[in-house]
């Protein structure tokens, strides 16, 4: 059976985002379970094993057991589509390192040569990099910045007794402060359980949903130079906030942003280069026990990145 794949053009690159603010967000990835093999999977006659497909699965978390399988079934028939077109082309592998210091195995290295074969795309130009630019302000607009600090009266115990002092001592706290910075201060030094207290209770300058939500609800909505009347109840305990100050976003001018987008650019038009270029390996071979779609090419399994002068980069 011919595979059919179609090449995702629609995706667009995402901005980085980070927390680190250490208020203990998370998240956890739900557990797979291994549905039974769907028939044989092979590419050119060679079989994948169900063994091999189970073990894959741990890295393609889905909603469901089936949805994980297949995922995990079609990235290794590209990775040994890939692999056998390599070998086929009579490339020799040759392992680099890159900046963190890691090894490529010979057939990362292997892949990393067959995919080296697609046509070099077109450089982003200055007119194209613009469009996106003027496309694209939200991705070039810095967020607000609040200038905040806090004091943590923590319970003495985790029952409701031990939660209404703590709430308690937070009340008379806040009631008392007023917006008097250095008596914040303080208190902050005095009063709190949070290791902020050995800097006046300052939690810097924090972005939005770097914090509890919680916590950055009231700040937002709390007056620069003061100090919260009511005190805001987390999972970590009670605390009393101060906004000193809102430092607005400002939109990043282009002369500082062309060149990450022109490597943004470039690096996209690579993907799609390397996305059409395993369209025809794929529409060569006889594949079996998987279809091939626009998602599957996502899965496909690449080396680590490339050294200095290597044509992949990271997303803007």
Known sequence: MSATVVIDRRSEPVMPSSCGSG????????????????????????????????REIQNHPAEDGATAWRSAAQALVLREL????ARGAGLDPSPERDHAGRVETEEEALIRAILDLAPEPQKAGEAECRRYYDANPHRFRMPTLIEASHILLEPGSGDPEGWEKAEREARALAAELGDDPADFAAAARAFSACPTSRQDGSLGQVRPGELVAEIQSVLERLPEQTTSRVPVRSRFGWHVLRHHRSIPGKTLPYEMAAGKIAEMLDARAWMMSV?????QLAREAEIEGVVLDPDSMA?????????????VSAPL
């Open 275 to 279: 996305a059409a270029y395993v369209l």
């Open 299 to 311: 899965v496909a399994p690449s080396p680590p990145p490339r050294a200095a002068g290597g044509r």
């Open 82 to 85: 890939m692999l056998q077109a």
């Open 23 to 54: 208020c203990g967000c998370a998240s956890a990835s739900k557990p797979v379970v291994q549905p039974p093999p769907e028939g044989k999977v092979s590419v050119n006659g060679v079989e994948i094993e169900a063994e091999a497909i189970a």
